[in-house]
């Protein structure tokens, strides 16, 4: 079939981090009060392959990361060095694990790409779990699927349980591939438009659960391919709110639901055709957050159940953990180029923005009990001289 017609390029490309203006304090004006620090290999949230206590109070920690769109032929692009130094910043903040927000490769459909990825961030892939999810450059118009699929398949079952051991079933029980409905594959031909919103899909969509947390990975690149059945979303949802020992439930996905550079509807595209089909699951069901990648940029929105602006400068250092807001987290920062920060749309978006950055980045998540500290931390330098610098910092508590 003839692929959809493309979305405009609502960001445009540029060079250095800069900072949303509105913001008050060390983050002001274009990041020139930012406290640039190196992280320090410290010691690590576990011990691979150690029986570990799951009880909701033992701390750990997750990255999150995406966009990588790593190309067939070169792990990276020789114009930014910058890419090589993610491996050895994440790597060195010893991670319990590590999820990926989509576009992992840059065009699906190639023979080999994953296998690129692979390679390019084996020291990641190697010493951490890793949890992906598709984007639109991974399903490459629904031909890359398959191969995304398989990639998907070698990270759950085979790449990830050697790391943690014998306990990784325990440690990290996932559900994949459990959902029996016969769905289209073909969007041509759409099946179960009632529950499934593009009518097709190839259920790479799986959960899984780890400690106090709770994820949900989505099939969805773009938003025309919205490939979740919400039959499956509700039924995982529901078995987190009734596992007692669950106290955060995330969820990552490609496309956003929520960032003020792009319009609420525009015809098939725009963020209000993904959102009108997850968020009133994500509201009912007290989602904690959902990441998301796509654009090259950080966006963190604070989108409370009922609507009220959030919206202030500056916004808090802290967040009631009520189960009355979402955070929606855009960190689509191991991209190639970095975007620029596009002129915000006064559309419902933008009420809620509490932060945005652009540049090289990547996403810390902390969790301890109840609490959680998100650490954005930007990049620069290559894999052998890189400094990091803590963008932003808040806590769900």
Known sequence: MSPPRLPLLLLLLATPACWDPSRDGPLDGGGGGEA??????????????????MSPQRPYSFIVFGDTQVPLKS??????????????????????????VGDVVDMGREPGAYDSFVSCYGEILLTHPMFPTMGNHDEDWSLGILSYRKFLEDQLLVRNPPIVGASYPALFPVSYNDDPTPYSTDPQHPSHQDVLPSGFSYKTFY????????????????????????????????????????????????????????????????LDPVRKHYEPLFRQYDVTAVFSGHAHVYYHSYVPDDGTPTRKTPPP????????????????????????????????????????????????????????????????????SYTTSVWDHFSIE
């Open 75 to 100: 792990c990276f692009i020789p114009e930014y060095p910058v890419m090589k130094a993610f491996t050895p910043a994440i790597v060195a903040l010893a991670p319990t694990f590590v999820l990926h």
């Open 317 to 384: 250092s802290a967040y009631p953990h009520d189960g009355r807001a979402i955070h929606y987290i855009v960190t689509g920062g191991a991209s190639w180029p970095p975007a620029t920060l596009a002129d915000e749309l006064k559309e419902k978006s933008y009420d809620y923005v509490q932060a945005r950055a652009t540049g090289s980045f990547f996403t810390r998540v902390q969790v301890e009990g109840k609490k959680l500290s998100l650490s954005v931390i930007g990049l620069a330098g290559d894999e052998k």
């Open 36 to 53: 640039i620090v190196r992280i320090d290999r410290g010691p690590p949230d576990h011990r691979i392959g150690e029986a570990r206590d």
């Open 207 to 270: 959960a899984f659960k780890h400690g106090s947390s709770y994820f949900l990975s989505f099939e969805q690149g773009m938003p025309m391919w919205t490939n979740t059945p919400k039959t499956w979303v509700e039924k995982h949802l529901k078995a987190a709110r009734a596992d007692p020992s669950i106290q955060h439930v995330f969820v990552f996905m490609h496309y956003p639901l929520y960032i003020s550079t792009s319009p609420e509807y525009d015809g098939s595209i725009g």
